[in-house]
């Protein structure tokens, strides 16, 4: 049994951290995390008073938190360039980006540039955040992209002749779903278009298990089984935290719990379906992704 400890993390003093989705479940607990560990720590939000009210939480325990809030709706390609814009202005170097916000099981509606929502918000969002991002990310030494996905990826099958739904009967579960493997074509991809460049952050993939966090308000009877069978947010964050600070971790790898069909546990390296790892559709999304979206790595 591998033996990775939360209390083994460094200090991650000096580090320029971006998490999205910092307001709420993971993304808030994972803020948490890296400000104790006196990371400067960019809340990526887009409900700013959410988030102030967060900082007044951490500043009750850290008084000297490094802490950024700054506007980003990843439903939005103009809200994302406006977001990039403003950190490659503000800072000189980017060692951590968390691609944690998603949203899941929404009723069908689409983003403002015409996306289906889940899928636009969970991958196409986060893709062109990452590749305009990309240059300050290369430019700091050891520096990571984390990708969260999920145990739903098990379910993905993407129809990519219809990703936005337009032609099909619209099912919120299988859009999640669908939206999840994207989220692991997109790693593994980016990880393999890197490995040639030895400035190249790592590209690394977690997964929380089964965690209850208020991302299943959608979904009551989903609600109901997390109360139960789910664990702790301060659990489900330890795959996204080893992903993001083990010494040993590799660009493409995959963390998720180490228990029963990787529900809950401790964070060990874990591995995503055979589906998940097809290079044709992951080369699909790719280009499919870079048109939708008008953004080239």
């Known amino acids: 049994m591998e033996h990775w400890n939360i209390q083994n993390i460094p200090s991650q003093n000096g580090k320029v951290v971006i998490i999205t989705g910092a307001t709420s479940g993971l993304g808030k607990e994972i803020t ?16 700013l008073e959410k988030a102030k009210s967060v900082i007044a ?6 008084p000297n938190a490094k802490i950024d809030i700054k506007s980003l709706d990843l439903s939005s390609l103009n809200s994302i360039k406006s977001f990039t814009d ?3 202005l503000d800072y000189q170097h980017l060692d951590i980006l968390i691609n944690n916000a998603g949203i899941m099981y929404c009723p069908y509606s689409k983003t403002k540039d015409g996306f289906e929502m889940q899928m636009g918000t969970n991958h196409l969002g986060p893709f062109a955040l990452t ?7 290369i430019k700091t030494p050891n520096a990571r992209i984390i990708n969260t996905s999920s145990l739903a990826h098990l379910k993905g099958n993407i129809n990519f002749e219809d990703i936005n739904w337009a032609q099909r009967k ?20 980016l990880s393999s278009k890197l490995k040639d460049n030895p400035n190249a952050p790592l590209v690394i993939a977690a997964h929380p ?27 489900g964050i330890l795959p996204t935290l080893r992903a993001a600070t083990d010494p040993t971790a590799n660009s493409g790898d995959y963390f998720g719990p180490d228990g029963f069909r990787e529900i809950r546990g401790n964070p060990i390296k874990v591995k995503s379906n055979a589906k998940s790892h097809d290079k044709n559709s992951a080369k699909k999304l790719w280009e499919l992704s870079e048109k ?6």
């Open 131 to 137: 590749a305009n991002l990309l240059p300050l990310l």
């Open 292 to 297: 939708l979206t008008g953004i080239k790595f």
């Open 170 to 189: 619209y099912k919120t579960m299988q859009a999640y779903s669908d939206s999840k493997l994207a989220n692991l074509y997109f790693n593994y991809e």
């Open 86 to 88: 403003e950190i490659l």
């Open 57 to 62: 939480e951490i500043h009750k325990i850290h």
């Open 32 to 47: 948490k995390f890296f400000v104790e560990k006196e990371a400067n720590v960019i809340m990526a939000v887009r409900n």
């Open 209 to 235: 298990g089964w965690t209850k966090t208020e991302l299943d308000r959608h979904n009551r009877l989903v609600g109901i089984i997390s109360s139960i069978v789910g664990q702790k947010v301060d659990k």
